[in-house]
T-cell receptor, first 115, second 114 residues
Framework: DGGITQSPKYLFRKEGQNVTLSCEQNLNHDAMYWYRQDPGQGLRLIYYSQIVNDFQKGDIAEGYSVSREKKESFPLTVTSAQKNPTAFYLC??????????????FGPGTRLTVL | AQSVSQHNHHVILSEAASLELGCNYSYGGTVNLFWYVQYPGQHLQLLLKYFSGDPLVKGIKGFEAEFIKSKFSFNLRKPSVQWSDTAEYFCAVIPNSGYSTLTFGKGTMLLVSP
């Protein structure tokens, strides 16, 4: 079954704890992305990676960290420095191919609640 | 940097009504444009996209969108909505320069009453 998987679907953590969200894709896509979705704010880019072992900050990177050790995996760590971590987190990926493939596909998301 | 503006945050329609959701973007160069939909409890899905060619693009479930370059707009339309179209709709834009990132609008929540 091909696609993007995110686990877990729901995650609860105590304030002050770091937590890592998983994102895996078996689409052989080059680039992977992490977004945060809050009501009325749309999707905001946290971090992205266009190739293995390289990643760039998005618009709201503070309090987050990522790694890209494998092409198919792009985990996101929400650190205790993130002031408002409760949100819905979406992972996406896309292929850098010929024209017409500039399309991102999304995983099912992880809803993180920090108590 | 590019930006996207969606005109309505909430839209309420009765079944069989026509739908038009506004989307405007700001960017001086060539762009690719997308509409994504998020049904309740489901993940974000691609509804339709525009890369080049015919500015009227057709997507899934009877949706279409028209790219009007002079107005920097990419409005989403459907002639007759159904209760199952209840969802949140996001417009997104990305410069057509290979390694740019996607920028989303804030979304429009559509509620269709039966």
């Amino acid at each position: 079954d091909g696609g993007i998987t995110q686990s877990p679907k729901y995650l609860f953590r105590k304030e002050g704890q770091n937590v890592t969200l998983s994102c895996e894709q078996n689409l052989n896509h080059d680039a992977m992305y992490w977004y945060r979705q809050d009501p009325g704010q749309g999707l905001r880019l946290i971090y992205y990676s266009q190739i293995v072992n390289d990643f760039q900050k998005g618009d709201i990177a503070e309090g987050y960290s990522v790694s890209r050790e494998k092409k198919e995996s792009f985990p996101l760590t929400v650190t205790s420095a993130q002031k408002n971590p409760t949100a819905f987190y979406l992972c996406a990926s896309k292929s850098f191919g010929t024209s017409g493939t500039n399309t991102q596909y999304f995983g099912p998301g992880t809803r993180l609640t920090v108590l | 940097a590019q930006s996207v503006s969606q005109h309505n945050h909430h839209v309420i329609l009765s079944e069989a009504a026509s739908l038009e959701l506004g989307c405007n973007y700001s960017y001086g160069g060539t762009v690719n444009l997308f509409w994504y939909v998020q049904y309740p409890g489901q993940h974000l899905q691609l509804l339709l996209k525009y890369f080049s060619g015919d500015p009227l693009v057709k997507g899934i479930k009877g949706f279409e969108a028209e790219f009007i370059k002079s107005k920097f707009s990419f409005n989403l339309r459907k002639p007759s909505v159904q209760w199952s179209d209840t969802a949140e709709y996001f417009c997104a834009v990305i410069p057509n320069s290979g390694y740019s990132t996607l920028t989303f609008g804030k979304g429009t929540m559509l509620l269709v009453s039966p």
